[in-house]
């Protein structure tokens, strides 16, 4: 199987950069999947969503993000995240706290970020 070169970057910094089989993020049109050899596209992340990057040597990575944009060219797939946090990096019982805070941007982050512990425990 061919590989694509995939960037995940958030406005406070860059979280990977390197080679994977396959990534997959939600977007406003919905959870798409993208492999190498996928026709170019624009989409836009959903504010509470999850990127998942099956890079070609290691585990997979999964980041919680919050709004951004998912470019496809035919070099590679660039993941430009407004905020962005690696699963492992969330502490799941502040973020079940801040699902009951008052600010919508609070409730986001806590959501993206239980969405990809789970998508990350996943199999």
Same mark, same amino acid.
């Not at 993020?25 to 596209?41: K, N």
């Given at each position: ?13 860059? %979280?990977?950069?390197? $080679? ?24 836009? %992340? ?17 980041? =919680? ?45 806590? $959501?993206?970020? %239980? ?5 990350? =425990?996943?199999?």
């Amino acid at each position: 199987m061919a590989d694509i070169t995939v960037e995940l970057v958030s406005v406070e910094r860059m %979280l990977w950069s390197g $080679e994977a089989s396959i990534v997959t993020a939600q977007t406003t049109e919905g959870e798409i999947g993208v492999l190498s050899g996928h026709e170019p596209m624009l989409g836009q %992340l959903v504010e509470n969503g999850v990127v998942t990057i099956r890079p070609t040597d290691g585990d997979k990575l999964v980041a =919680a993000v919050q709004g951004g944009f998912l470019s496809v060219s035919p070099e590679k797939v660039t993941i430009l995240a407004d905020h962005a946090v690696w699963a492992d990096e969330v502490d799941s019982s502040s973020a079940e706290s801040d699902l009951q805070a008052e600010d919508e941007s609070t409730r986001q982050r806590a $959501e993206a970020g %239980l969405k990809a512990v789970r998508r990350k =425990a996943e199999a």
